[in-house]
Each structure stands twice: as structure tokens, then as C-alpha cells.
């Protein structure tokens, strides 16, 4: 499963300059664990296909953009990414969700090596019971909104299994007329709002989903940097002080978006009405601080499982580099003019990696499978 950066830099395109509108055009986190690969994306280009992007690896601004196919342009992947680029071409739409599915198949084959699929294991049982709790909360959230008055502040605490059903389909069946739909159809839309709304959970929902964990990591992440920037000096803080930055316009974007999805809930009988009548758009909506967080997790583990000192400084000059670039179209979504510019502007304080050619390939690729397994 070796990896070796191909030699020359004339046979690679130009570097062209990456400050991107929207999220779709930013592409999405692929989890290669190929090093020459690290903060790539995929994107759909204007006339079809896919597109990667690829951080310039000599750690200066700009990037790579090349067709899909055309990763061997850049290295040697390994086996894992070589699989992983095929089952990504053959996606109908890339989003972080449908990524992270694709590469938890492929670490379950064990080809992201043991951990790895021992993790994608468990991470499966946790999807399935997260979606299963998501489906729970969203029924008993309609059973209280058609029901106020006789069921009041209901819990699963308070009634018995059996007693909570029979309500449950109650509120299926009365709801269902509202919205011209029967009560069949009103329990699938049920499912789907479930399976929509898994990744970022809904409101009273314990333990906390994925994204609601990656959110609690990113803020950790950013009080390190912060306490980093402030103790230390050169190169290493001014990292550090760049992706505490993105991490803290990040998390406010991230908030944001999850307090607007999980109001949602709190109107059931409209939401399944707009959820019959035109589900992307809500889709869209619920998926946003996926799309805000996506890429994130690596730089998290990067530094969660950096040594003392000397290695937090190699994994801050790796993290600068991986740091996503925030669109512009975050703007629209939380409403308010924010500062997308940030990255750029801190990239020119950050020195270029002029040693990026250079490691035990096989020991950074080991490494990053050992990240596959704590990311799944």
C-alpha cells in the first residue's frame, strides 16, 4: 500500500488561484490517506464529471484543480485511494454525508487497514442508532405538537412503550389530513426527516450525534490554538493563530445553521407539509453544518494525537495547510456579512513548507490510516 510523490513538477498543471463561492464549489473532504493527497476535495466541474483539488503541497497559496481521473498526475496512491477514487466517481451527487458512507464501506473491506474496519463497524451501529433516535424524537415531537393539551410535557420516561405507540399513531393519522397525505405516507416522510437529520440530531437528543461531537472537538480545537498563539512565537504561532481563527467564524457559522435546522421541529405538521411538497430544499438546509464542518475532523485528530511540543509544531504546519477555505455563500446562510477572506489573508503569514517532498512515506501513511480509524 506504498505511496511515492511522482517527480516532476513540470508534468503538473499550473497552480490557480482558490477562493471559492459556494460549498459545492469547494468540493468535499475526501479522505485519502495518501500524503501527497491530504485536503484534497471533489467538486463537480461545469460540464460534468468530477474535479479534485489539491492544496498546493509546497505549503504556498493557490491549487492544483485536475479531472477526477487525473490524481496519478500528482503521486502513487495507495490501493485504499485508488478504490476510494473509483466508488467516488461512480457517486450520483458528492456531499460530506455520502463520502463519509463511501469511505466507511471501504475501511469495513479492511482496506484502510484493521482499526479501521473494527471502527467502521461500530460506526455503522452508531449511524443506525442515531437515525433510530432521530426517528423516536421527531414522533414524539409531532405527538406533542397535535396532542398539547393531553399529553403536555411527554416523555419517554413517563408513559409506557406501549402507551406512547398507540399516541404516536394517533398523531400520524390526525396529522395526515392536514397535510393531504396518508398516514403510511406521513411515517415514511417520518424516516426520511430521520435519516436527513441523523448527522446533526434534534433537539433533546443524548447521546450527542457526529456532528454535535465534531462541533465540541473544533471549539476545544480553537481554545488550543488560541493558548498556543499566545505562549509561543514565529512560525508555529502564527498557525496556530490562523486556524483558531477559521475554527472560530466556523463554529459560529456551524451554530447558526444547527439552531435554524433544529427549529424545524418545532412546527411538525408544516415540516412534513414542506417535506412532501419539496424535500431538497429542506435536505439542503439540515445538511448545512455538515457542509461548514467537513474537513475539519482531521485537523482535530492531527493535533488531538500530536506529541509534546516538537510534534504539535510538525502537526500545526501540516494543519495550516488542511485549514478550509470558507465560502462566501456562508454569508447567505446565517444572514450577516462575515469576514470568508480570513484564510487568505492569514496563508501569507504562514511560511511555505519547502521540506514537503520530504518524510518516510510509509510511516505518514500509516499515520493516516491510524486517523481513518479514529475518524470513522
Given at each position: 500500500m506504498s505511496a511515492d510523490f511522482l517527480p516532476s513538477a513540470p508534468d503538473l498543471p499550473l497552480v490557480q488561484a482558490y477562493h471559492p463561492t459556494t460549498f459545492l464549489e469547494r468540493g468535499v473532504a475526501v479522505p485519502f490517506t495518501t500524503p501527497a493527497l491530504q485536503g484534497s476535495r471533489a467538486r463537480p466541474p461545469a460540464r460534468g464529471g468530477l474535479e479534485i483539488v489539491v492544496p498546493n503541497p509546497s505549503g504556498g497559496r493557490g491549487v492544483y484543480?485536475?479531472?477526477?481521473?487525473?490524481?496519478?498526475?500528482?503521486?502513487?496512491?495507495?490501493?485504499?485511494?485508488?478504490?476510494?477514487?473509483?466508488?467516488?466517481?461512480?457517486?450520483?451527487?458528492?456531499?460530506?454525508?455520502?463520502?463519509?458512507?463511501?469511505?466507511?464501506?471501504?475501511?469495513?473491506?479492511?482496506?484502510?487497514?484493521?482499526?479501521?474496519?473494527?471502527?467502521?463497524?461500530?460506526?455503522?451501529?452508531?449511524?443506525?442508532?442515531?437515525?433510530?433516535?432521530?426517528?423516536?424524537?421527531?414522533?414524539?415531537?409531532?405527538?406533542?405538537?397535535?396532542?398539547?393539551?393531553?399529553?403536555?410535557?411527554?416523555?419517554?420516561?413517563?408513559?409506557?412503550?406501549?402507551?406512547?405507540?398507540?399516541?404516536?399513531?394517533?398523531?400520524?393519522?390526525?396529522?395526515?389530513?392536514?397535510?393531504?397525505?396518508?398516514?403510511?405516507?406521513?411515517?415514511?416522510?417520518?424516516?426520511?426527516?430521520?435519516?436527513?437529520?441523523?448527522?446533526?440530531?434534534?433537539?433533546?437528543?443524548?447521546?450527542?450525534?457526529?456532528?454535535?461531537?465534531?462541533?465540541?472537538?473544533?471549539?476545544?480545537?480553537?481554545?488550543?490554538?488560541?493558548?498556543?498563539?499566545?505562549?509561543?512565537?514565529?512560525?508555529?504561532?502564527?498557525?496556530?493563530?490562523?486556524?483558531?481563527?477559521?475554527?472560530?467564524?466556523?463554529?459560529?457559522?456551524?451554530?447558526?445553521?444547527?439552531?435554524?435546522?433544529?427549529a424545524l421541529v418545532g412546527d411538525m405538521p408544516t415540516l412534513l407539509r414542506n417535506w412532501a411538497a419539496a424535500p431538497d430544499p429542506l435536505r439542503a438546509a439540515i445538511a448545512r453544518p455538515e457542509w461548514l464542518l467537513d474537513g475539519w475532523e482531521q485537523i482535530c485528530l492531527l493535533w488531538r494525537n500530536a506529541t509534546r511540543d516538537g510534534g504539535q509544531r510538525g502537526a500545526l504546519s501540516e494543519m495550516a495547510l488542511l485549514v478550509p477555505v470558507l465560502p462566501r455563500e456562508a454569508s447567505d446562510w446565517v444572514g450577516t456579512v462575515i469576514d470568508t477572506d480570513l484564510t487568505m489573508r492569514f496563508r501569507k503569514l504562514v511560511r511555505q513548507n519547502e521540506d514537503w517532498r520530504s518524510g518516510v512515506i510509509v510511516e505518514r501513511v500509516a499515520r493516516y490510516e491510524a486517523l481513518r480509524a479514529l475518524a470513522i
Open positions: 484543480i485536475l479531472p477526477w481521473a487525473g490524481v496519478c498526475q500528482l503521486c502513487r496512491p495507495t490501493v485504499h485511494d485508488t478504490l476510494l477514487t473509483e466508488r467516488v466517481a461512480a457517486l450520483r451527487s458528492v456531499t460530506p454525508a455520502a463520502m463519509r458512507q463511501v469511505a466507511c464501506e471501504l475501511a469495513a473491506e479492511g482496506f484502510a487497514g484493521r482499526s479501521a474496519q473494527a471502527a467502521a463497524g461500530t460506526a455503522a451501529k452508531g449511524d443506525r442508532e442515531d437515525r433510530l433516535t432521530a426517528n423516536f424524537l421527531l414522533l414524539l415531537a409531532l405527538t406533542e405538537q397535535v396532542y398539547p393539551a393531553d399529553l403536555g410535557a411527554l416523555s419517554a420516561e413517563r408513559v409506557s412503550p406501549r402507551e406512547l405507540e398507540q399516541r404516536a399513531r394517533r398523531a400520524v393519522a390526525r396529522v395526515g389530513p392536514r397535510i393531504g397525505r396518508s398516514p403510511e405516507a406521513v411515517a415514511e416522510a417520518l424516516e426520511q426527516l430521520a435519516e436527513a437529520f441523523a448527522g446533526i440530531g434534534v433537539p433533546r437528543q443524548t447521546p450527542a450525534p457526529r456532528m454535535i461531537r465534531l462541533l465540541d472537538a473544533l471549539a476545544r480545537l480553537r481554545a488550543d490554538m488560541l493558548a498556543w498563539s499566545k505562549e509561543h512565537a514565529g512560525d508555529s504561532a502564527a498557525q496556530a493563530e490562523m486556524a483558531g481563527a477559521v475554527a472560530d467564524l466556523t463554529i459560529a457559522c456551524a451554530r447558526r445553521t444547527l439552531a435554524d435546522a433544529h
